[in-house]
């Protein structure tokens, strides 16, 4: 099973390669990992997608991920309330006759074809993987020439108030 895992760990030299190792060492498959800096100076925010074959060996890994010297938070949050994304770039095999149609099939997910050349362009989408996917999909036909993603960014939703608190608010006021 794929699970989410965020970190927030101190913006060092080497602190990748010790996250990376300890999943290594407990033979993780990492689907994806993305890292950028946090609104904190100093510290960075990586999100990895793993393979997992069970809630024992999450446990045991999160558990080996908490004891590493610069990491100061680890978080399962594939279960929970969170927001999604990944940036993919998509070049397609195209002529000037095809842009038209190309076009009509990237606006509906709200992508944009960010390069032109004689024979390709290049498109930009951004959203959920299975989103992603699906326009990839779609592109298929055309000939893709190349893919980059970025893997996914995640992070858990602010609180929404429930029923009862949201009522309990407007009686308090």
Known sequence: MKRIISL?????????????????RRQFNIASISVGPTETEGVSKMTLVVDVEDEQRLEQVTKQLNKQIDVLKVSDITDKAIVVRELALIKVASSAQLR???????????????????DSLAVQITGRPDKIDAL????RPYGIKE???TGLTAFQRGHQPQGNELSATYLLK
């Open 147 to 149: 893919i980059a993603r």
């Open 100 to 118: 038209g149609e190309i076009n009509g099939i990237i606006d509906p997910f709200r992508a944009m074809i960010i390069d032109v050349s004689k």
């Open 8 to 24: 927030t760990v101190q913006d060092r030299s080497g602190v990748l390669n010790r996250v990376t190792g300890v999943l290594q």
């Open 136 to 139: 990839i999909e779609l592109l």
